[in-house]
């Protein structure tokens, strides 16, 4: 099954735009799905299993990295919003 994924950080600090920048550039690392970053949230598409786990994967990254931050996501099964 195919998912697509709208989602948005946002850190719980002052300086915001490292983590930020630093979840969208480990999120277009990874192999498997298609990303289109906009001004307000980054847009994943791809297999279902391979999405939910580069989300899991990535926020732990982020967590650990750059601490606490609230992601907010939309997920769309079954339809591929990036060709």
Request: proline residues 6%.
């Amino acid at each position: 099954m195919k998912l697509s994924v709208e989602i948005s950080m946002y850190p719980f600090n002052g300086d915001y735009i490292p983590p930020i920048k630093g979840f969208i550039d480990w999120l277009n690392q990874q192999e498997g799905i298609l990303i289109q970053t906009v001004p307000t949230c980054t847009i994943i598409t791809g297999d279902y299993d391979r999405v939910m786990d580069i989300l899991r994967d990535g926020m732990k990254y982020s967590y650990e990295k750059y601490g606490k931050a609230v992601f907010v996501t939309k997920f769309l099964p079954n339809y591929e919003a990036l060709n």
